[in-house]
């Protein structure tokens, strides 16, 4: 079982380290389109909602369009926490102390969906979701090295 948990949180880590950098690419993209334009999510929030040229239905669909930007702007940096937190909880659990791995491993899940709020969380993100919440839950089922059988952890080196 330890094995898994490592695997799985070495694979939503990755995952979560790959969304993230994709994020953050679009995060740089729009800064910089961001300067030529002289104007920042905010204002372009600000600008969107005081034009009375839009429609309701175009005024609504473009703010939740600059919403999701700014929250996945402030989000990346909790993907890229995530993948270091989710090899730590993986390489805990391996050592037995599956509790401590499990917390890090579910606190990996957390973060960003915190930021993000539940109902924006993207496609991309949703398989390290998955396998980050199954390793935490797999995790906090490791027992630890004093209750593991005699000879157990010779045979695990």
Not at 40 to 52: H, Q, S
Not at 71 to 96: C, D, E, P, Q, T
Request: hydrophobic share 60%; net charge positive.
């Amino acid at each position: 079982m330890r094995i898994a948990v490592l695997v799985l949180a070495i694979l939503g880590g990755l995952i979560s380290g790959g969304v993230g950098s994709l994020w953050m690419l679009e995060a740089a993209a729009t800064k910089v389109a961001q300067v030529a334009a002289a104007t920042t999510v905010d204002e372009a929030i600000r600008i969107v909602r005081a034009d009375p040229l839009r429609t309701p239905a175009d005024r609504n669909r473009l703010l939740v369009e600059l919403d999701g930007l700014r929250r996945r702007n402030k989000a990346y940096l909790f993907l890229f926490v995530g993948l270091a937190l989710s090899i730590v909880g993986g390489v805990l659990a391996m050592m037995h102390r599956g509790k401590s791995g499990g917390a890090l491993l579910l606190a990996a899940v957390a973060g960003p969906i915190i930021v993000l709020g539940p109902e924006t969380v993207n496609v991309l993100f949703l398989p390290a979701v998955v396998l980050l919440s199954i390793a935490g839950l797999l995790a906090l089922c490791v027992r630890g090295a004093a209750h593991a059988p005699d000879g157990a952890l010779a045979a695990d080196l």
